[in-house]
């Protein structure tokens, strides 16, 4: 079982709405936790950065949050635009005793219509 | 900011040919670079972490023969996808970290394999 599992899937939102994607991750304590984007056919880009302590961070219209109690955290965007249908990855990294591996999810699919 | 450079993007091959990639770090040192491999809709798969002037270290279940890394210099990361086949066709991603671990990494935009 993957040790972090994102939702939903795929989901399609009209430019303008907000969505929030949720990441459920089994691996505490963590080194960090990170939300990338990848557009389709390129590599992914960083978008945030959470420590174990933090619960919130944002980058412009993204906002990312972490509930290290429940062991969820979720990816939300604002005002959603065209250029934001992209994949979403959630990444955990293991702590030092795991020589920090990452830990990936297998991300969700956001797709933006006019 | 840090730019990782990943060449070819797409890359088109025949069976049992060899198909080199490569991975460039532009403006910064990579001691550690990693190797990627990405099937439609699933995750990144970690395949090895290249390690500058030492030996590769593959994940398990990689095979070390089929696929060859070199780290020669601190910019320069190699795979090679040797004597392909149809089920190595795949999307191949580099990364590398700057700094320390919680650092971003920064990945290179991969490298789209079909052999046919």
């Known amino acids: 079982k993957n040790q972090v599992e994102q939702s939903p899937q795929s989901l399609i939102i009209l430019e303008g709405k907000n969505c929030t994607l949720q990441?459920?991750?089994?691996?505490?304590?963590?080194?960090?936790l990170r939300w990338y984007k990848q557009d389709t056919g390129r590599g992914p880009v960083s978008l945030t950065i959470?420590?174990?302590?933090?619960n919130t961070k944002s980058n412009g219209r993204y906002t990312a949050t972490l509930d290290a109690d429940t062991k969820q955290s979720s990816l939300h965007i604002t005002a959603s635009q065209l250029s934001d249908s992209a994949s979403y990855i959630c990444?955990?990294?293991?702590?030092?005793?795991?020589?920090?591996?990452?830990?990936f999810g297998a991300g969700t699919t956001v797709t933006v219509r006019a | 900011g840090a730019v990782v450079s990943q060449h070819p993007s797409r890359v088109i091959c025949k069976s049992g040919t060899s198909v080199k990639i490569e991975c460039r770090s532009l403006?910064?040192?990579?001691?550690?670079m990693f190797w990627y491999r990405q099937f439609p809709k699933q995750s990144l798969m970690l395949m090895a972490t290249?390690?500058?002037?030492?030996?590769?270290?593959?994940e398990q279940g990689v095979e070390k023969d089929k696929f060859l890394i070199n780290h020669a210099s601190l910019t320069l990361s190699t795979l090679t996808v040797t004597s392909a086949h149809p089920e190595d066709s795949s999307f191949y991603i580099c990364?590398?970290?700057?700094?320390?671990?919680?650092?971003?990494?920064?990945f290179g935009n991969g490298t789209r394999l079909t052999v046919t």
């Open positions: 990364s590398a970290r700057i700094l320390d671990v919680d650092s971003p990494l920064h």
């Open positions: 990441c459920n991750y089994t691996v505490s304590p963590f080194s960090n």
């Open positions: 959470m420590t174990f302590s933090e």
């Open positions: 990444v955990v990294s293991l702590p030092e005793s795991n020589d920090y591996k990452l830990s």
């Open positions: 403006d910064f040192q990579a001691t550690t």
């Open positions: 290249s390690n500058e002037g030492s030996k590769a270290t593959y």
